[in-house]
């Protein structure tokens, strides 16, 4: 079956970075690519951006442009999604997300939650 | 950019009643459009994909309808379960960008 497992809670200040690893299991890690989307307290789902694990082409939403990068690793089967210049409202929960055959995010990791705070 | 408004922000009904959520994208995304729902804590789960076929495991009463510009989720007699926030999402196939809408909470009344 597949499953998304995403690395645990992180604390970081303003200004810093962070790195959320999304390791995929039960299925062919090339043959789909990984979305991010995060989701602030109490607000509504933000896509953040995808990655094609066949390629590495990305497509990242405006609002993050230069702040954000995804990359995969095929040897391990993980995703990782990195944002750097920490605000305060980056904090939220970041999920990854993987396409079902639909076309649309049929699998999901469980949620890292990242506090940025002085 | 296309951006998606849903309606209402907010809906209260009671189990039994029937729920009718308005997506609309300010241009037209096709029948590209998909419903998940999201309890609290979760992560959201899809209800609906290209507009009116039900994702796996999805029971009969959550039905999608709509194409261009104006879409509904329709939810035909409201269980306990179902008091959740529900999401609209468009897709575009290359470059490959996916937009959310802003929610529509179904509380009970």
């Known amino acids: 079956q597949v499953q998304l497992v995403q690395s645990g809670a992180e604390v970081k200040k303003p200004g810093a970075s962070v790195k959320v690893s999304c390791k995929a299991s039960?299925?062919?890690?090339?043959?789909?690519?990984i979305s991010w989307v995060r989701q602030a307290p109490g607000q509504g789902l933000e896509w953040m951006g995808w990655?094609?694990?066949?390629?590495?082409?990305?497509n990242y939403a405006q609002k993050l442009q230069g702040r954000v990068t995804m990359t995969t690793d095929t040897s391990t089967s993980t995703a990782y999604m990195e944002l750097r210049s920490l605000r305060s409202d980056d904090t939220a929960v970041y999920y990854c997300?993987?396409?079902?055959?639909?076309?649309?995010?049929?699998?999901w990791g469980q949620g890292t939650l990242v506090t940025v705070s002085s | 950019e296309i951006v998606l408004t849903q309606s209402p922000a907010t809906l209260s009904l009671s189990p039994g009643e029937r729920a009718t959520l308005s997506c609309r994208a300010s241009q037209s995304v096709s029948s590209y459009l998909a419903w998940y729902q999201q309890k609290p804590g979760q992560a959201p789960r899809l209800l609906i994909y290209?507009?009116?076929n039900r994702a796996t495991g999805i029971p009969a009463r959550f039905s999608g309808s709509g194409s261009g510009t104006d879409f509904t989720l329709t939810i035909s007699s409201l269980e306990p379960e179902d008091f959740a926030v529900y999401y609209c999402?468009?897709?575009?196939?290359?470059?490959?960008?996916?937009?959310f809408g802003p929610g529509t909470k179904v509380d009970i009344k």
């Open positions: 290209d507009a009116s």
């Open positions: 997300a993987r396409e079902s055959n639909s076309g649309y995010y049929g699998y």
């Open positions: 039960g299925y062919t890690f090339t043959s789909y690519g």
């Open positions: 999402q468009q897709r575009s196939n290359w470059p490959r960008i996916f937009t």
């Open positions: 990655i094609s694990a066949y390629n590495g082409n990305t």
